[in-house]
T-cell receptor, first 113, second 112 residues
């Protein structure tokens, strides 16, 4: 039972390159989330999908796009990477009902040169 | 604006030395407060949910408590394996999509 799987685990990009981070869950959860985590700062929400077919902006959406491909998969795309997007990216899921905790993958460590 | 502040930023303890981590929050109607543990190179791992002031939850050497303005994570007789970053997050009552607002975390190091 993998839970939440993120690929790739590590990636180095050059400024201006594009890339898609993948997230898949086998928990049958309705809601999925993308966060970034930077030193000294809390996890910040980039985008989320409350249910299949819907996506909404979070706190820091600029420079990112998302796709909720189906109930299991939620991808995050950087169209033109910038050094400020160097970070660790986490995908999370929850059942979608109030008070349910979010469950996280192990992250993608992304460096943009 | 919903806000979460954790203190201290870092805490060093000797094995067996009990202490507490603090999470202060400002939220427009608290739906839930969540504690997570994060090990280096890993994603956050869920520990507890607290819903209302006065509530307490326990798991092994950890006990989480909640008041109207803050939560404490008490660590009793810690062991080196308790070393991790502990994250606190709040969920506002009217938030669509069960969004969480996280604090920056407390880095705990327990030395043997």
């Amino acid at each position: 039972n993998a839970g939440v799987t993120q690929t790739p685990k590590f990636q180095v990009l050059k400024t201006g390159q594009s890339m898609t981070l993948q997230c898949a869950q086998d928990m049958n959860h309705n809601s999925m989330y993308w966060y970034r985590q930077d030193p000294g700062m809390g996890l910040r929400l980039i985008y989320y999908s409350a249910s299949e077919g819907t996506t909404d902006k979070g706190e820091v959406p600029n420079g990112y796009n998302v796709s909720r491909l189906n109930k299991r998969e939620f991808s995050l795309r950087l169209e033109s990477a910038a050094p400020s997007q160097t970070s660790v990216y986490f995908c999370a899921t929850s059942g979608g009902y109030f008070n349910q905790p979010q469950h996280f993958g192990d992250g993608t460590r992304l460096s943009i040169l | 604006e919903d806000q979460v502040t954790q203190s201290p930023e870092a805490l060093r303890l000797q094995e067996g030395e009990s202490s507490s981590l603090n999470c202060s929050y400002t939220v427009s109607g608290l739906r839930g407060l969540f504690w997570y543990r994060q090990d280096p190179g890993k994603g956050p791992e869920f520990l507890f949910t607290l819903y209302s002031a006065g509530e307490e939850k326990e798991k092994e050497r950890l006990k989480a408590t909640l008041t109207k303005k803050e939560s404490f994570l008490h660590i009793t007789a810690p062991k080196p394996e308790d070393s991790a970053t502990y994250l606190c997050a709040v969920q506002a009552r009217m938030e669509y999509g069960n969004k969480l607002v996280f604090g920056a975390g407390t880095i705990l190091r327990v030395k043997s």
